[in-house]
């Protein structure tokens, strides 16, 4: 869709008409449906929690989207793994414009429990400031019980204790890398960092690593984002290599718009990094964005109408339908959420790094951060007028299609970052 990325995910109750046992054949039969624009059969197989989000018109201007990929050459083979009681498949579609990964999720019935798409990773290739004999990586899980995210701890080769810097994703179900499109921020930064002397944690998101997480009763962006931040930044304090008073978390877009709610979660951190955060609703970054891309006035009109209803939204609508893709417990977690107003309270220093060519989060954002930490000595602010939301250099107007070119966190970043740690 249009705005894939920055909704991040469109999550589906697909419900199949006949239940199999094979899930990969479950979710080719979804896939043909969607590419097809066979929206009726498609809307027939829908769950009923989901009909109200995929109605016709909704399905229908996934068209435009499907089209700008080019011609379709190639469906690609379906790889399953299980995820808890469901299945989660993952089909690659070539198209002559790019590759798309498709993933589904399936459970033991054989219906359809989640769908989202995303661009195909290109190849990374490491950036000049990785220098890979100065650490080493080794897997670690993050988190207890039912939820457990694989992760990564990159730590430097150097002996001593390091400071140590948790990774909290933006929106979607994202890797442990941060993959958007061609670039990996949190691969870059995980070794990048560790070059100049920290020890870095970066995990999959719950959200990628359990897909019907959002589906479930209660979910909050607590569930999506804090808790696990929380739990990362124990770990990382439990890791010889580490000083365990020199904990730091590091997030990008909405993990830096939770970092004040992370911090006084966990209590302890030595600082926060923003980079790219919102501090306005998520619900106003999506109309400024509408209009940004240039979308047509009648879906503008359509995605004001929704973040007005967002802010509508209380206890009593807690089995409302989504609106624009929130549950109403997600979004009555973030009710009067005032992210600057939180972060004032937070004792420790603060970094907030902004993109000038940012259009998901806007100099609107970055004025409200300097507002509402103004006379703080320990708050530092710096901008990157060359720089997007995904922190890489490049001129003109920036937009979601620039996200699918190859490209590397700028080498700036990675230097303010490391020069502002190391005191």
Known sequence: MKLSRVLCILWVGLLAAQPAADPAGVARKALDLLLGQKNTDLIALLAPQAKATFTEAALGKMAPEIQSWGALEKVGDA???KVGPNNVVAIPVKFAAQTINFQFGVNDAGLITAMFHAPAPLEWVRPAYSKPDAFRERDVTVGEGEIK?????????????HPGVVLVHTNGPLDRDETIGGVKMFKDLAEGLA??????????????????VPRAPKYTVEKETVDDAVAAASLLRSQPEVNPQRIFVLGHGLGGYMAPRIAA???KLAGLILMAANERPLEDLVVDQAIYMGLSQRQVDAIKAGAAKVKTV????????PVLGMTATYIISLKDYDAAGEAKKVTAPILVLYAGRDFEVTAKDFDLWKAGLAGRKDATFHEFPALNHLMVAGEGKSTDAEYRKAGHVAPEIVDEIAKWVAP
Request: no cysteine; proline share 9%; aromatic share 4%.
């Open 314 to 321: 209380d206890t009593a609508d807690e089995d409302a339908p």
């Open 195 to 212: 070059s100049r002397g920290m020890v870095v944690l970066r995990y999959e998101k719950r959200t990628r690593q359990y897909p019907n």
């Open 149 to 161: 995210l694989p992760g990564t701890l990159t730590v430097p080769t150097a002996g001593g204790r």
């Open 265 to 267: 979660a966990d209590g």
């Open 79 to 81: 790889s399953a793994r």
